[in-house]
Structures are given as C-alpha cells and as structure tokens.
C-alpha cells in the first residue's frame, strides 16, 4: 500500500477539515448504546409483567431476542455499536492523514488494535481460559468483531471513496444473500435458511476451530464477519457526512434520507432474505444500518446542531469509557454489590420487584464507576 503523499494529505484536509472538539453526539449515542448492554436493558426487560402497563410489557419485550427470525430493539444494539465504530474511525483516519501520517501507520496501529480486541473477546467469552483444551474455547466474539471490522474498513476508507465503499458494501450484502440461497448444503440441499440448515452453521462446523456457542453454528464465528463489516462502512459513510465542510441541515437530511432508504431496503428483502440477527442476514444489516443513521442524525441535530448538550452528560460519561464498562460488567458482578449494598431498603417491597431495584442498584453503581473515571479524566482506549 502506498504511503500518502503530502498533496494527498492535503486534498484530504480540504476535502474534510478536521474539528479540534469531538462531537458529543457520537459519544452520546455510543452511551445510549453501552446503557442497553451495562444494566439498561436488563433493567426495562424486568419491568414486563409488574407494572400492569401495556407499554411497559411492550417495551420489556423489546429486550429479549428471537429465537430465530425476527426483530426487537435489542437486536440493534451490536450493530449500532459496528456502526458507531466506524463513524470515529473516519474522523481518526483523516485526522491521521491530514497531520501526514503515513497509511502503513495507520494500517499497523489499526492490526494491533485488531489483535488486542481479538484476544481480550477470547478473555471476555471464555473466563477462565483452559488453555490446555483449545478445543473447547469459543473464538468468534463481540470485541473480535469490532476489531476485525474497523481493520478492514480503514484499509478501505483509505483506498476508496465515499462512492465506491458503498458499492462495496451493498454488493457484499448481495454476495451474501446470494451464498446463502444458492449455495447447497449437504444434507439439506440450498436456500434452506433454518436453524439446522443454514450455510452459515455448515461453514462453521467444517471450518471454525474451537467451541460454537449455538452447538451448530456461531453467530459471531466466520461467514457472518462480512455482512457485519458493512455496518461499519456505513458508518464511515456517516462519518464523511459529518466531517464535510456542509451546512448541518444537508448533514441531517443525508443521514435521514439513508437511514431510511436503508430501514425501506431492509423490510422489503425480509420478503425473500428473512431479518435474523443469527445469520446477520443481509435485510438485518440493511435495517439495522438505516436505524443507525436516523439515531445518529438525531442526535447529532440536538445536541451538536441545536447545542441541547446538558441532557446527554448522562449517555457521554458511559460512551466515553465503553471498552471499560464492556469488561468491567462482565468480570465484576455489579448486582452482588447493589444486593450487599441495597437490600436493605427495597427488602420491604413487593418481592416481585427486588430484582428490579436490584438491576437498578447495579446499574447506578456502574454509572458512578464510570463517572469516578470521567472526573479523573481516565479513558481507556485500544
């Protein structure tokens, strides 16, 4: 890969002049996201069946995924995250080029990052690690994938344009589809999209090493790796939308208008291509990625463009750590500690409701964890 010239750099400085501030409503959103999966979402889906509201029950259900196809707002969550990583990689990217970095530079500190997340989702998944019984431990993780997926599109983002990362993406999501329907497998024959049947678990069980959390396939393991990288091109796109040098309003109504031409994308091939989080099938990523969008355009028109930044404080202090609060949640048990330190006073409720007030304590406690590290200015990053 060649280095980038100066007169590269500097077209790219033009092109997207780089702001000095970080733009809050990417680190809100990226905390609102962090919320659902650091005691939020447990929290709402408590909730169901104890309120006697209906739009409570219907929120609560909203946290629980499908069994197989289908779609609930928990299902976004991941995907909003791939999304959001590859919005800040297009600001870090052109703010490297910009200052003259090399792309070898660039391309090596993205491949680091790529095996360090890679190696700390293999922690997360598999605590404690057997690592004498390598057959038995589960390589397809969530800190993989964001690695492996923000790799990749830096080499693309710096080697294609806004254009042609799309066409990538969109023509990924068709070869994907059309692997998926085509393809046979053996003993099933093509286009069977079940749980048993599907070419995603056969790839799986013929060439993934180690342990598949489903049994028959893994939907964090090999095939699924593409479609999920489209998400975070997509939001490169994004990216490149909120760095040109565009009146705010274009910048919303460009995000609005994909967001939804992709959630419209999305619905439409659930007709033949079902949306199944599982298979990360191609209508998923198409939805989810258009959701992404219309989050992000609202976000970013309050708190960035209308300047409403004092609501989303909250959000920020969890977006600004979430590699932290993502492991922080799974080796420390933040409901043990809001039992020992709680119960004494929601002891008196309805039993129904401890484990509600419980999550809630948990939570609470994680939030002001991440707050002791926001005023000491302590931010972990990779």
Same mark, same amino acid.
């Given at each position: ?45 408590? /909730? ?35 999304? &959001? ?80 990362? /799309? ?10 589809? /059309? ?63 909120? &760095? ?78 979430? &590699? ?40 609470? /406690? ?17």
């Amino acid at each position: 890969m060649e280095a980038t010239s100066l007169s590269e750099a500097t077209k790219i400085q033009s092109e997207y002049p780089i702001s000095s501030s970080r733009l809050a409503s990417i680190d809100a959103l990226r905390g609102f996201d962090m919320l659902m999966i650091a005691g939020g979402g447990a929290f709402i889906f408590l /909730l169901g069946g104890k309120t006697g509201i209906a739009f409570v029950d219907a929120a609560a259900a909203q946290f629980e995924h499908p069994e197989w196809n289908g779609f609930t707002f928990f299902d976004f969550i991941f995907p909003l995250f791939l999304f &959001l990583a590859g919005t800040s990689l297009a600001f870090s990217v052109s703010r490297g080029l910009s200052k003259g970095m090399q792309q070898s530079e660039i391309r090596n500190k993205t491949f680091m990052r790529m095996l360090i997340l890679i190696a700390l989702g293999i922690l997360d998944k598999n605590a404690p690690i057997d690592i004498f019984d390598p057959a038995h431990i589960r390589y397809g993780s969530v800190l993989g994938r964001i690695g492996l997926a923000t790799f990749v599109v830096a080499i693309l983002y710096m080697n294609f344009n806004w254009v042609q990362r /799309l066409y990538i993406a969109l023509a990924t999501l068709a070869l994907y589809y /059309l692997a998926l329907i085509l393809i046979p497998v053996p003993g099933f024959g093509q286009g069977d999209l079940t749980f048993e049947g599907n070419l995603v678990g056969w790839f799986d069980r013929a060439f993934m090493p180690g342990k598949l959390r489903q049994g028959s396939y893994d939907e964090l393991a090999l095939l699924t790796q593409f479609p999920a990288i489209c998400l975070t091109i997509f939001g490169s796109l994004a990216g490149d939308i909120l &760095l040109k040098s565009t009146s705010a309003m274009s910048k919303v109504l460009n995000m609005l208008l994909l967001g939804i031409s992709g959630i419209a994308l999305g619905l439409l091939w659930n007709f033949v291509f079902p949306i199944n989080k599982h298979l990360w099938s191609s209508s998923f990523i198409m939805l989810t990625g258009g959701m992404a969008f219309v989050f992000l355009a609202i976000f970013y028109w309050i708190i960035d463009v209308k300047g409403y930044v004092r609501w989303s404080f909250f959000f920020r202090v969890i977006g600004m750590n979430s &590699l932290v609060i993502y492991l922080a949640v799974r080796f420390v048990n933040f409901n043990a500690s809001s039992q020992l330190l709680f119960e004494g006073f929601y002891k008196y409720a309805p039993e129904k409701w401890h484990e509600v007030y419980n999550a809630l304590g948990g939570f609470l /406690l994680v939030w002001f964890f991440l707050y002791f590290l926001y005023r000491n200015k302590i931010f972990v990053k990779v």
